[in-house]
């Protein structure tokens, strides 16, 4: 009875051990392939450049100057530049803000169906230094009516097989406003 007793008080032994670490180990490699990084990505990515160019566009409004916005795709990333004199030009006093987009993630369209701004990956009207340039206005309003589209680098390296990764920021001109879609099943539907 003693000996019995004392087995049982002993704790796990090393083969239950074994099973168990086993057990968190295939359930951790079942999650890990079920998690999607490269569209957690496009998503963080789209409301990272969404987010900014909202603030740019309150910037514009709060300081009573022009805000230019420019996209480099060959960088994948775009750059604010608050534009005190309204010149389209950055002097000595003005500053910028670059934001660059994540490893995975690029401007682009995929597989995706264009939106009705255009298929162009940044489509504005106005270029400044050769890239691709949105102006918002000190009333708030926006230099063109446009948008850009934000996809993985797998999308734009299978277009067919990962077209659910794209999404668009679209830029309403009359009053800068900013609309989020995403390309869900062939369709796209606004916001997340």
Do not use: C
């Not at 083969?15 to 295939?26: A, D, M, P, S």
């Not at 900014?52 to 300081?63: E, W």
């Not at 890239?131 to 708030?140: E, T, V």
């Amino acid at each position: 009875m003693a000996e019995a007793q004392r087995h049982s008080e002993g704790g796990w032994s090393l083969i239950e051990l074994v099973v168990v670490i086993g057990l968190i180990g295939v359930l951790a490699g079942i999650a890990y392939w079920r998690l999607d990084v490269a569209r957690y990505q496009v998503n963080a990515g789209i409301r990272s450049a969404g987010l900014a160019l909202v603030a740019a566009q309150r910037q514009a409004m709060v300081k009573h100057h022009n805000v230019v916005v420019t996209f480099n795709e060959t960088i994948q990333a775009f750059q604010i530049l608050y534009d005190k004199n309204n010149n389209f030009t950055r002097d000595a006093d003005e500053v910028t803000r670059s934001v660059k987009l994540d490893d995975r993630v690029v401007f682009g369209l995929g597989g995706a169906m264009p939106r009705p701004f255009g298929g162009a990956a940044v489509d504005f009207d106005r270029t400044i230094n050769g890239l691709q340039a949105l102006i918002f206005y000190r009333n708030g309003s926006a230099s063109y009516g446009g948008g850009f589209y934000l996809t993985s680098r797998r999308a734009m390296a299978d277009p067919t097989r990962y077209t659910d990764d794209t999404r668009a920021l679209e830029i309403e001109r009359a009053t800068g406003r900013i609309q989020w879609w995403q390309y869900d099943a062939g369709t796209w539907r606004q916001g997340f």
